[in-house]
C-alpha cells in the first residue's frame, strides 16, 4: 500500500478528504499529518481519523532536520501539501524530488507566489472581475507557486460571486479532484 504523508497549516478539510478517500479505495494511506499551527483544525481532524499527528516549529523545519527525520522513518511514496502555508525547504525538496504535490487555490501562474493563499487569492479573482479561475496542482519547487503543473481545474467566476461564494466553488472543485490526481500520481511510481 502507497504511503502519503500530508502537511496542513489549517482546518483540514483536503487533508480529511484525501484521507477518506484512500481509506476506502484502499490503494494508499495516509499515515501520517504533520502542521505547523498548534491550533490547527486538522489536528482534531487527525485525532478523529486516527492518524498519527506530529507538529513543528519553523526552528525544527528550517533549522534542524527533525521533519526530514520523521519523514525517513515513515518512507513516504508521496507529500501533500494540503493547505501548508510555508515555503518546503530545500533539503526536504532535494530529498523528495517531484514527490512533494501542492495544491492552489487559483490557475497558476496567475495569482501565486508569496502571500498568495485562501481568501487573498479569492479577493484578488474577484476584485480584477476575472472571468474564470480555478484549482492548480503542481510540484513544488524552490520557488512559491512554480513548481511544475500536474492538473488544473476551472470554474466560471460571476459577476455576483464574492470571495467567499468563489471559495466554495473552488473547494468543491479541489475536493473532486485532489484525491484523483493524487490516485493518479501514485500508480505512477
Known amino acids: 500500500m502507497k504511503k502519503i504523508v500530508v502537511f496542513a497549516s489549517g482546518s483540514g478539510s483536503n487533508a480529511e478528504r484525501i484521507a477518506t478517500y484512500f481509506a476506502e479505495k484502499g490503494s494508499a494511506k495516509v499515515c501520517l499529518i504533520l502542521c505547523n499551527n498548534p491550533q490547527a483544525g486538522v489536528l482534531a481532524r487527525a485525532k478523529r481519523l486516527e492518524i498519527p499527528s506530529l507538529v513543528f516549529d519553523r526552528q525544527a523545519f528550517y533549522k534542524t532536520n527533525v521533519v526530514l527525520d520523521v519523514l525517513a522513518t515513515q518512507q513516504p511514496d508521496l507529500i501533500v501539501l494540503a493547505g501548508f502555508l510555508w515555503k518546503v525547504p530545500e533539503n526536504l525538496i532535494a530529498a523528495y524530488p517531484n514527490r512533494i504535490l501542492n495544491i492552489h487555490p ?75 490526481v493524487i490516485e493518479e500520481w501514485l500508480k505512477t511510481c
Open 106 to 180: 487559483s490557475l497558476l501562474p496567475k495569482y501565486g507566489g508569496k502571500g498568495m493563499y485562501g481568501d487573498h487569492v479569492h479577493q484578488a479573482v474577484v476584485t480584477n472581475s476575472e472571468k474564470e479561475s480555478g484549482i492548480t496542482i503542481h510540484f513544488v519547487n524552490e520557488h512559491y507557486d512554480e513548481g511544475n503543473i500536474l492538473f488544473q481545474a476551472k470554474t466560471e467566476v460571476l459577476p455576483t460571486d464574492t470571495a467567499d461564494t468563489l471559495a466554495e466553488k473552488i473547494h468543491l472543485l479541489e475536493y473532486e479532484h485532489f484525491p484523483k
